[in-house]
Nanobody, 123 residues
Framework: EVHLVESGGGLVQAGGSLRLSCAAS????????IGWFRQLPGKEREGLAC????????IYPDSVKGRFSISSDNAKNTVYLQMNSLKPEDTAIYYC????????????????WGQGTQVTVSS
C-alpha cells in the first residue's frame, strides 16, 4: 500500500522559508512522479511542483518559479519542497501526491495523496 506522509509545515513570518518533506513508501510500480500541491479554503488544489522518478526532471507553475524548489533523496525515499520568500497568500494546506505517469499539474493524474500539512504565513 502506498503511503505518503508530509511534514515540516508550521507558522512562519512573511519573507521566511520552510522546507516540507514527503516520506513515501509502499510503491508497487517503478519511478513514480511526486508532486506538491496546496489547497486554500474554498479553492481547488493547485499544483506547485513535480519531480519525475525516471529522470529527476522538474516542473513548476510560473506562480512559484524561483521561490519554490523540489528535490528528492532516493536513499531516504523522501521528496522535499523548499519554499522561500513566503507570502501570506501562501497560507494553505500542502499535500504531496504520487503518480504513475510523467509529471503533470493535473490533480486527477495522481492516485495517491498524503494527509497534508498546514503552512501559515503571518504578515
Amino acid at each position: 500500500e502506498v503511503h505518503l506522509v508530509e511534514s515540516g509545515g508550521g507558522l512562519v513570518q512573511a519573507g521566511g522559508s520552510l522546507r516540507l518533506s514527503c516520506a513515501a513508501s509502499g510503491f508497487t510500480f517503478d519511478d513514480p512522479s511526486i508532486g506538491w500541491f496546496r489547497q486554500l479554503p474554498g479553492k481547488e488544489r493547485e499544483g506547485l511542483a513535480c519531480i519525475s522518478g525516471s529522470d529527476g526532471s522538474t516542473i513548476y507553475p510560473d506562480s512559484v518559479k524561483g521561490r519554490f524548489s523540489i528535490s528528492s533523496d532516493n536513499a531516504k525515499n523522501t521528496v522535499y519542497l523548499q519554499m522561500n520568500s513566503l507570502k501570506p497568500e501562501d497560507t494553505a494546506i500542502y499535500y504531496c501526491a504520487a503518480s504513475r505517469i510523467a509529471c503533470t499539474r493535473l490533480t486527477g493524474a495522481y492516485s495517491y495523496w498524503g494527509q497534508g500539512t498546514q503552512v501559515t504565513v503571518s504578515s
